[in-house]
């Protein structure tokens, strides 16, 4: 009886010893916290639900993945939460104390945010990611500042972040609204010698020449924004979250479709979408479009022209219709033999995103319009030397789509845009009076030819 006895003792203890030491790891334990939604992209959810699993008796590192994963798809308030846990079990970690710095900046809180942005610029930072984290993080409190309306503050965080052109442009932009356009000159002209095209900085140049009156300045400036197509981001947070984004959902294989296509491993690109197929069932159609997308270019490559037709009728079915899949169905109607449905196919794509492969085809196959169409496709050659600022290879493009018509507005203006850029005067102007002949109302041939006259 004694024994039996000093036996219950020892198992209750046991189990008070168990119970407690449980108690003391749940007590220490903290839940991942996922958000209750059903997503377009249903292989997402599944996803965060294994990273949080990992999260859970995981490390910094587990748990900072968790972070990045739930903002990447924009879930910030449950992103920050991942964030502050990967903190608390390392205070120094330089993603994390970004990741809730910027969750605080999504979610609205401006002051906090700053506060959190400033512990990234005050970070030891090693890495160059750690680096581009602390421009960034500085150039945040200049964009919160100017959210609160202190002009002052957001001039002298982004003074700060020299070399940052980002910052840079808001600086010389808020010296031309403050009335300075001397001093806002220099930071523009520092920036153009670095990024010639920037659309941004020819914009504010044109503004800063306007305000000190130096009008063919301010012209030439003009000049160069329709130029310039290269784009100053303004808002970091694409670098940043993009990456992200694409750790879950179907973006995870969107890259490997994109390789696998253009090495033209056809059975590899068919074998990911069916993969992506399966997983997304009955997702909206926009959620897969790279996919559509490829299993349009595998049919007509793998001539299966009914496949693409089908799968056609299904997009526009569920109101995708675009140029893509317009251009499809057409290839597809010509591998059938349908000359007439294929070419009104392409000329409805045609309307919605010129192309050289459509107007080519559309050559090929209407006799009666063949100088017409190749006479467009040099035209679209030429503005791709033009866009790449090949100016001389781009002249002979515009010359051939001039010769085969000679009523192209547009050729004749672009053709004048060139000699302008290389500056001959004679030739552009001429080129110029051309465009005019053909549409008398063009004021940007009209614009251009009486500055080259001195009016």
Not at 49 to 61: R, V
Not at 182 to 193: V, Y
Not at 205 to 211: G, I, L, P, T, V
Not at 263 to 285: G, L, M, Q, S, Y
């Amino acid at each position: 009886m004694k024994f039996a006895t000093t036996l219950l003792i020892a198992i209750v203890l046991i189990e008070l010893v168990v119970a407690g030491l449980y108690f003391r790891h749940q007590t220490q334990t903290t839940v991942p916290l996922l958000p209750h939604e059903r997503l377009a992209d249903p292989s997402i959810m599944p996803q965060l639900e294994e990273l949080a699993n990992a999260a859970q008796d995981g490390s910094a590192d587990d748990w900072s993945r968790l972070g990045e994963g739930l903002l990447g798809k924009g879930f910030y308030a449950h992103a920050e939460l991942a964030f502050r846990e990967a903190l608390r079990q390392d205070p120094e970690r330089f993603d994390a104390l970004f990741g809730v710095a910027f969750c605080l900046d999504r979610t609205g809180r401006i002051q906090e945010s700053s506060v959190a942005y400033g512990r990234v610029v005050q970070g030891a930072a090693e890495a160059p990611e750690q680096q581009a984290m602390q421009v960034y993080a500085l150039y945040a409190m200049g964009r919160n500042a100017l959210r609160l309306e202190d002009g002052q503050q957001a001039n002298r965080l982004f003074k700060q972040n020299a070399d940052y052109p980002a910052a840079e442009y808001q600086q010389a932009k808020l010296l031309l609204r403050s009335g300075d356009a001397e001093k806002a000159l220099p930071l523009i002209r520092k920036n153009l010698a670095k990024i010639p095209y920037s659309l941004g900085f020819h914009f504010l140049d044109h503004r800063a020449q306007q305000e000190l009156g130096n009008e063919r300045a301010a012209f030439m400036a003009q000049s160069m924004v329709e130029r310039s197509a290269y784009l100053v981001s303004l808002n970091f947070s694409t670098n940043y979250v993009a990456p992200l984004n694409d750790q879950t959902g179907i973006d995870t294989q969107v890259a490997n479709l994109a390789e696998a296509l253009e090495e033209k491993d056809w059975a590899k690109a068919e074998a990911i979408c069916r993969e992506v197929n399966a997983t997304i069932d009955d997702a909206p159609v926009f959620v897969a479009k790279p996919v559509w997308d490829a299993m349009l270019q595998i049919g007509l490559h793998d001539q299966r022209p009914q496949d693409v037709l089908t799968l056609v009728e299904e997009l526009e079915s569920e109101g995708r219709v675009d140029a893509i899949t317009l251009e499809a169905a057409g290839d597809a109607h010509l591998l059938l033999k349908n000359l007439e449905p294929a070419i009104e196919r392409w000329q409805r794509a045609l309307k919605l995103r010129p192309s050289v492969s459509l107007h080519q085809k559309l050559a090929d196959h209407l006799p009666d319009q063949e100088n017409f169409h190749h006479s467009k496709i040099a035209f679209l050659r030429g503005l791709e030397h033009y866009r790449r600022n090949r100016l001389r290879s781009a002249i002979p493009e515009f010359e051939r789509a001039i010769e085969l018509d000679s009523n192209s507005t547009m050729a004749w203006y672009y053709l004048g845009e060139m000699y302008f850029h290389l500056d001959q005067s004679e030739k552009a102007a001429e080129a110029y009076e051309q465009c005019l002949r053909v549409a008398p109302e063009f004021q940007r041939a009209a614009d251009k030819l009486a500055y080259l006259n001195g009016e």
